[in-house]
């Protein structure tokens, strides 16, 4: 506690004046003492604030004390205002109030809702108003299809579970691509009867019968390895694995489609082929989130596709990429869905109790619709600003 005010200290008194900031201290002279002092005594209720709201999201179980979350926080603000890139340091402060097991359990619900939104991006960058409406059902309907076609039939291995799931998913990609490139059928129309036609054919083959008992190896990706998350190493090595495809010509070409597919064909690219190329890509990702799905579940559930389509759908445009096309990245989406999630973690220690699934609905819309009206505004402006220019 002592060091962290020290530090303030230093870095608000001391350090300016090293450097010879001597106006920011005649400035800090001329404010208000008691004005000073409620904003210190608000910055320290805020803080105080933050410790509440941390040890509520905190597993039951081993909670540290209202004290130490806010000695911790509070060294956490001096470590991030005092070093360069003291983010970083304030991250590791931090750490320590996170639990294995807390960590381990967000991982794992975080990371399938990671990989929807992956899965979603390359679909909405092709352009023509891509938006994959039915990323969520093909998750659930993998899902089920893995325990009722695989699981329940005695294939349990690896290389059989993870081959359908991929397998699948791209096939689906490559028919609705199809559809949108060649057909030329509205993106919008064909992914929502891939939504309603997966949903279906899910709550179908789940009425079957889809109960099973899950291997070890799948049920062990809500685990740990090494003492990490393992539903994190798999998001890792899947953002790796994408490095390479936004470097590649194809990932140019995407980009110029989107944005404007008549000057990428008049450029020599294969409009066609690049859109389908973004379908299936958007499939291969959606195989990898019900992979991911399924681990957390441990159980078929065919109707949780639903939440999973408006949250991808939230975190893109969070993330900026463009429903226009044209525009967005891997990254962003990766950012848009952890928020999307940090919202709904928080909404949750209000425990709403029934209502509580509807809430997150409000808010998952809510929010989806401010930053479509916020990038619609940006856009506007920047028309502007090109008009005048």
């Known amino acids: 506690m002592i060091l962290a005010i020290l530090a303030l200290i230093v870095e ?13 201290l005649y400035l800090l002279g001329r404010v208000s003492i008691p004005w000073m ?15 509440l709201l941390t040890r509520e ?78 990323v969520g059902p093909l998750m659930a309907f993998l899902n089920v299809a893995i325990v009722t076609w695989l699981i329940n039939e005695g ?26 490139s060649l057909v030329r059928l509205q993106p919008v129309v064909v992914t929502l009867s891939g939504f309603l036609f997966l949903s279906g054919l899910a709550n179908v083959i789940h009425t079957n019968g889809s109960e099973a008992t899950f291997p070890n190896w799948l ?30 010509t194809y990932y140019r070409n995407l980009r110029l489609v989107g944005f404007d597919d008549r000057t990428a064909y008049a450029s020599g690219v294969n409009v066609a082929l690049i859109r389908a190329g973004a379908y299936v890509l958007g499939g291969l990702l959606g195989g990898v989130a019900a992979l991911m799905l399924s681990s957390l579940l441990i159980s078929a559930s065919p109707n949780v596709g639903t939440n999973y389509t408006l949250i991808a759908l939230t975190a ?28 709904q973690y928080a909404l949750a220690t209000f425990q709403f109790g029934k209502s509580s699934e509807f809430v997150n609905q409000v808010a998952n819309g809510g929010v989806l619709l401010i930053a479509l009206l916020l990038g619609a505004v940006a856009v506007s402006l920047n028309a502007r600003r090109r008009a005048t220019a």
């Open 155 to 180: 294939l349990t291995g690896v290389l059989p579970v993870v081959a359908f799931a991929l397998a699948a998913g791209a096939l689906f990609g490559l028919i609705q691509g199809l559809l949108v």
């Open 12 to 24: 608000y008194l001391v350090i300016p004046e090293l450097v010879g900031a001597s106006k920011n």
């Open 219 to 248: 049920s062990s990706l809500s685990g740990t390895t090494g003492g990490i998350p393992t539903a994190a190493i798999v998001v890792a090595a899947i953002c790796l694995a994408w490095v390479p495809v936004a470097r590649s």
């Open 316 to 343: 893109l445009v969070l993330g900026g990429t463009s429903l226009a096309g044209g525009s967005g990245g891997m990254v962003g989406s990766v950012l848009g869905a952890i928020d999307v999630y940090l919202i």
């Open 37 to 51: 002092i409620a904003g210190l005594a608000l910055e320290g209720l805020s803080l105080f604030c933050y410790a």
């Open 57 to 134: 999201l905190l597993p039951p179980g081993g909670r540290p004390g209202i004290s130490r979350l806010f000695r911790i926080d509070l060294a956490a603000a001096a470590v991030a205002h005092m070093i360069p890139a003291g983010t970083i340091g304030s991250a590791g402060v931090g750490f320590q109030l996170f639990t294995s097991e807390g960590l381990t359990i967000a991982a794992s619900v975080l990371a399938p809702l990671v990989l929807a939104a992956m899965a979603a991006t390359p679909v909405a960058i092709s352009g023509r108003g891509g938006v994959d409406l039915s």
